[in-house]
C-alpha cells in the first residue's frame, strides 16, 4: 500500500483503526515525525505538552508547535537518521506558556522503516515524569535537611563534650587550690604555733 503524500509535502499514514485506538487509549504520549521534523501522527496526552491540539499538530514541524525543544528534536532525529538507531532516555523540560509549573518527560526516539529499510519516520514516546522528579526533588530537600540536623547535632554534642571537659577541669583546678589552701592555712598555722614567742 502506497502512502498518501498530502500538498504539505508530509507524508500522512493512512487511517489504520488499531493505531489510532493505540494513539487514543496509550497512558504516554506518542507521536510519529518525518525525517524533517513534522508531525504524521499525535496523541492527545502528547499535545498536552504544548497545549496545542491534535489536528493543529499533524502536518506542522516541531519548531512551529514547540520552538523551545525544536533544537533538540531535530538533533535526535538527525541522529537517528545518521545512524539508523534509536535514542533512549531522553529527559525533557518544558513549561507551556498558559502554565506556571515547569512538567518533565522521559522520551524514546525510535525509526519506523520502510519495508525496503529505509527510515520514512521516527516514532516517539514520552512518559511523564513531573511527579516523579518531584517526589526526588522532595527527597533531596528531605535528606538535605536531616544531613544539616545531623551535623548541627553532632557541633553541639562536641561543644558539649568540651565545655564538660572544661568543667571537669575547673572543678579539678577548684578542687587542687582548695587542698593547696588547706595545707597552705595548715603549714601557717603550723608555722604560728612553732614561731617564737
Not at 506518542?30 to 499533524?58: F, K, M, W
Not at 527527597?139 to 547535632?153: F, G, M, P, S, V
Request: overall charge negative; aromatic content about 4%.
Amino acid at each position: 500500500m502506497r502512502v498518501p503524500k498530502p500538498s504539505s509535502g508530509v507524508l500522512l499514514f493512512p487511517q489504520q483503526p488499531a493505531l489510532q485506538l493505540i494513539y487514543d487509549t496509550a497512558p504516554i504520549g506518542l507521536a510519529c515525525l518525518s525525517p524533517d521534523c513534522r508531525y504524521l501522527q499525535i496523541n492527545q496526552r502528547l499535545t498536552e505538552i504544548c497545549g496545542i491540539s491534535v489536528e493543529d499538530h499533524l502536518g506542522r514541524s516541531v519548531r512551529d508547535c514547540v520552538p523551545a525543544l525544536a533544537d533538540s528534536v531535530e538533533e535526535i532525529v538527525r541522529s537517528i537518521m545518521e545512524t539508523g538507531e534509536p535514542v533512549v532516555g531522553i529527559e525533557v523540560a518544558g513549561q507551556r506558556a498558559d502554565q506556571v509549573d515547569e512538567r518533565s518527560w522521559m522520551t524514546y526516539w525510535h525509526p519506523l522503516r520502510s519495508p525496503s529499510g529505509e527510515i520514512v519516520a521516527i516514532n516517539v514516546a514520552a512518559e511523564e515524569i513531573t511527579e516523579r522528579k518531584r517526589a526526588e526533588q522532595e527527597i533531596r530537600n528531605a535528606r538535605d535537611a536531616a544531613e544539616t540536623a545531623l551535623r548541627d547535632l553532632r557541633e553541639t554534642q562536641e561543644s558539649l563534650i568540651e565545655a564538660e571537659k572544661l568543667a571537669a577541669l575547673g572543678r579539678l583546678v577548684a578542687g587542687a587550690a582548695a587542698e593547696s589552701g588547706a595545707v597552705c592555712r595548715g603549714s601557717a598555722r603550723g608555722s604560728q604555733a612553732i614561731a617564737p614567742q
